[in-house]
Nanobody, 121 residues
Framework: QVQLVESGGGLVQPGGSLRLSCAAS????????MGWYRQAPGNQRELVAR???????NYADSVKGRFTISRDNAKNTVYLQMNSLKPEDTAVYYC???????????????WGQGTLVTVSS
């Protein structure tokens, strides 16, 4: 079984910063793309940022220049550094990983349980 566990959410004032972490554990052969998605109340889940195992990244236009995604392949961990936070960044943030449990298994899409980020004064 594979688990993704997020941490680092919380309440922050506009203009502040937070760093989210997500560690993957369990039976894992290889992790390909890891990413962060978010879902605000009444909205669909949307991509925030993702990173390949080679370090290639892409970001939602709304967070470019403010958020930075990174990963530590040795620790199966992905991070999201969020700076200059705005009230519209308020959402539940979900970690995602595209991985294989063994070299014989097909790739599967794993999700964390989510961590709440609230940007408010």
């Amino acid at each position: 079984q594979v688990q993704l566990v997020e941490s680092g959410g919380g309440l922050v004032q506009p203009g502040g910063s937070l760093r989210l972490s997500c560690a993957a554990s369990g039976s894992i052969f290889s992790i390909y793309t890891m990413g962060w998605y978010r879902q605000a109340p009444g909205n669909q889940r949307e991509l925030v940022a993702r990173i390949t195992n080679g370090g290639g990244t892409n970001y939602a236009d709304s967070v470019k220049g403010r958020f930075t995604i990174s990963r530590d392949n040795a620790k199966n961990t992905v991070y999201l550094q969020m700076n200059s936070l705005k009230p519209e960044d308020t959402a539940v943030y979900y970690c995602n990983a595209d991985l294989r449990r063994t070299k014989y298994d097909p790739a599967l899409d794993a999700w964390g349980q989510g961590t709440l980020v609230t940007v408010s004064s």
